[in-house]
């Protein structure tokens, strides 16, 4: 089993920037491939991020490419997931995500943290 524990969201202004943890904690070298997603209010969940097991391989959603970064130490367990020009429709909770297959799937990842809800005021 693998537990995940996101912090870091938060009420920000638009043009902020922010940055969210993940610590994973557990067999964690079961499923090393780490992902965040997104989710608003009466939206369907979104692919943000994701980092393979080493750090050198990364992919971003659409919405997010050139604005946030998704980096991780693999020493503390923590994926991070820094996010710069932050815009309202950004607002969603946050979930980050481990699995041990690449690419990672918006419905398919193995584990899944609780969440951390980051809202952007216009």
């Known amino acids: 089993q693998v537990q995940l524990v996101e912090s870091g969201g938060g009420l920000v202004q638009a043009g902020d920037s922010l940055r969210l943890s993940c610590v994973a904690s557990?067999?964690?070298?079961?499923?090393?491939?780490m992902g965040w997603f997104r989710q608003a209010p009466g939206k369907e969940r979104e692919f943000v991020a994701a980092i393979d097991w080493s750090g050198g391989v990364t992919k971003y959603g659409d919405s997010v490419k050139g604005r946030f970064t998704i980096s991780r130490e693999n020493a503390k367990n923590t994926v991070y997931l820094q996010m710069h020009s932050l815009k309202p429709e950004d607002t969603a909770d946050y979930y980050c995500?481990?699995?041990?297959?690449?690419?990672?799937?918006?419905?398919?990842?193995?584990?899944w943290g609780k969440g951390t809800l980051v809202t952007v005021s216009s």
């Open positions: 557990g067999r964690t070298f079961i499923s090393p491939n």
């Open positions: 995500a481990a699995d041990s297959r690449w690419p990672p799937r918006t419905y398919g990842m193995d584990y």
